[in-house]
């Protein structure tokens, strides 16, 4: 009977290995006219996220998965220039907003010049992602 429990046990400890699927959303941009996009216009990012290698792909670039919680996914990327670019998703209602924090001198400028460019680089995405049955 010993015996028996213990190959009972071991079999169970081998079916208990989880595996973490990979999340697809597609987030539908919502402030289509803010950034330059005709009302009509439908923007749609795909996005991917791989928890268990943490992994967030947002338009075919990879970005460091910073946070994952119950409530929120932010993930953040820095380009060449210092920029530093946020993606923070929602997992209880699936708004999402991408963020840009800029501090190339260049583009620095070009805010600091207003006008219609400098709005495009000042305001932020904002998306509502497809849901899953429960939270994604």
Do not use: P
């Amino acid at each position: 009977m010993k015996k028996l429990s213990l190959y009972v046990f071991l079999v169970l400890m081998f079916c208990n290995v989880g595996f973490a699927e990979k999340i697809v959303l597609d987030c539908k941009l919502l402030n289509l006219v803010e950034r330059g996009f005709k009302a009509n216009e439908q923007i749609i990012q795909r996005i991917v996220i791989d928890i268990e290698n943490n992994k967030f792909c947002y338009n075919d670039c990879d970005w460091n998965l910073a946070t994952v919680t119950d409530e929120v996914i932010i993930a953040t990327v820095t380009n060449d220039y210092g920029d530093i670019f946020m993606f923070l998703i929602d997992r209880i209602t699936g708004e999402a907003l991408g963020h840009a924090e800029w501090k190339d001198e260049a583009t620095l400028k070009r805010i600091e010049k207003g006008g219609k460019d400098a709005q495009l680089l000042t305001t932020d995405d904002k998306f509502i992602c497809d849901k899953a049955k429960a939270k994604f």
